[in-house]
């Protein structure tokens, strides 16, 4: 992409015009929060069960004492060697958000369906902090739709991000956030999936800012997990 290159002056009246424009965005963006906190909730009847470093857990206990959950549906099947890249991407931004997330009365938890014990070698690879649980044996993956049964994948189209997938696949991102009342009962009150799921990436933001933007030619193809860059002169 080519630039014009101009003068100061020039230059900020074209920045005061963008200005409006992500004013404009940012309004957008409140008013959007505001609705998705006016959303009602559903009640969470199933009574899922986690395989954890401390036993077995259920949806509720994985709250920890505070009454509001996020999870990141992270793709990890079982028999895989390694986690989804872009799910890394997402969990690599998370440690940092970890410490405000829990003095604001959130848990952070990714779950996937492999096996624990694959789930905490490549933690330890990565070099993670934030808790990750297995659901494997549950129905948890499948009801919250970002995993799918080869039948499902055979048939050329998912049931994902709230409408048909034309792409299949066995494991699919997303988000999901619940709240537990004091008498316990657990509410799921939002779910966001496909590029929703940016809401992690925060690098992404910061490539916005640079010259190049994200910069990508053939979606995420540029990306790695983070040990598996080429090193750097």
């Known amino acids: 992409m080519q630039h014009a290159v101009v003068s100061q002056d020039e230059w900020l009246a074209a920045r005061h015009e963008l200005l409006k424009a992500e004013k404009a965005l940012t309004r957008q963006r409140d008013d959007?929060?505001?609705?998705?906190?006016?959303?009602?909730?559903?009640?969470?009847?199933?009574?899922?069960?986690?395989?954890?470093?401390?036993?077995?857990?259920?949806?509720?206990?994985?709250?920890?004492?505070?009454?509001?959950?996020?999870?990141?549906?992270?793709?990890?099947?079982?028999?895989?060697?390694?986690?989804?890249?872009?799910?890394?991407?997402?969990?690599?931004?998370?440690?940092?958000?970890?410490?405000?997330?829990?003095?604001?009365?959130?848990?952070?938890?990714?779950?996937?369906?492999?096996?624990?014990?694959?789930?905490?070698?490549?933690?330890?690879?990565?070099?993670?902090?934030?808790?990750?649980?297995?659901?494997?044996?549950?129905?948890?993956?499948?009801?919250?739709?970002?995993?799918?049964?080869?039948?499902?994948?055979?048939?050329?189209?998912?049931?994902?991000?709230?409408g048909e997938w034309d792409e299949t696949g066995e494991e699919w991102p997303g988000v999901s956030a619940f709240f537990k009342d004091e008498a316990g009962t657990v509410y799921r009150t939002y779910s966001t999936f496909g590029r929703g799921v940016e809401v992690m990436m925060g690098a992404y933001p910061m490539l916005d800012l640079a010259p190049k933007g994200r910069n990508e030619t053939e979606g995420m193809s540029w990306l790695h997990r983070h040990d598996q860059y080429p090193k750097q002169a």
Not at 49 to 74: K, M, N
Not at 91 to 115: C, E, I, K, W, Y
Not at 125 to 130: I, L, P, S, Y
């Open 32 to 162: 959007v929060t505001k609705q998705r906190g006016a959303l009602p909730w559903v009640r969470v009847d199933k009574e899922y069960v986690f395989d954890t470093l401390e036993g077995p857990r259920t949806l509720a206990e994985l709250f920890d004492g505070r009454s509001q959950l996020l999870i990141q549906h992270f793709m990890f099947a079982p028999g895989w060697e390694q986690g989804c890249p872009s799910c890394s991407f997402m969990a690599d931004h998370t440690d940092g958000m970890n410490l405000h997330l829990a003095n604001h009365d959130v848990t952070f938890v990714a779950v996937s369906r492999a096996p624990l014990a694959d789930l905490e070698r490549y933690r330890q690879r990565m070099g993670w902090k934030f808790r990750w649980v297995s659901s494997n044996g549950s129905s948890f993956n499948y009801d919250f739709r970002v995993s799918f049964t080869p039948e499902e994948v055979a048939s050329g189209h998912i049931d994902y991000n709230f």
